[in-house]
Nanobody, 126 residues
Framework: QVQPVESGGGSVQAGGSLKLSCVHS????????VAWFRQTPGQEREGVAG????????RYVDFVKDRFTISQDKAKNTVYLEINNLKPEDTAMYYC???????????????????WGQGTQVTVSS
């Protein structure tokens, strides 16, 4: 399997939390950069967080650092994105993407990812 599979989205009120899951490649011998992106209608996908399945710290874009936490369960080939204190502007389709190798400086560039999931919708009401 190379296509990530996301789950965990839903409709929540502002201030609530969600934890999204992404089951990525089952090839445990190849370390990958797994990243979460989000997209609203008419906008490009923007990277929000990335994590390397090998060693090393997570990556975040500045505007999500205090509320978003990316983590992984290596035994389950699963990457999580926990979002706290959700805001209406977090409403978007959230996608998981993966590529081989570390999460280098270009980790948040959607063009560098070949494999994408179908997305999971997050809707935040005020």
């Amino acid at each position: 399997q190379v296509q990530p599979v996301e789950s965990g989205g839903g409709s929540v009120q502002a201030g609530g939390s969600l934890k999204l899951s992404c089951v990525h490649s089952v090839d445990r011998f190849v370390n990958r950069c797994v990243a979460w992106f989000r997209q609203t209608p008419g906008q490009e996908r923007e990277g929000v967080a990335g994590i390397y399945t090998g060693s090393g710290g997570p990556r975040y874009v500045d505007f999500v650092k205090d509320r978003f936490t990316i983590s992984q369960d290596k035994a389950k080939n699963t990457v999580y994105l926990e979002i706290n204190n959700l805001k209406p502007e977090d409403t978007a389709m959230y996608y998981c993407a993966q590529r081989t190798g570390a999460c280098h400086f270009d980790w948040s560039s959607q063009r560098t990812y070949k494999y994408w999931g179908q997305g999971t919708q997050v809707t935040v009401s005020s």
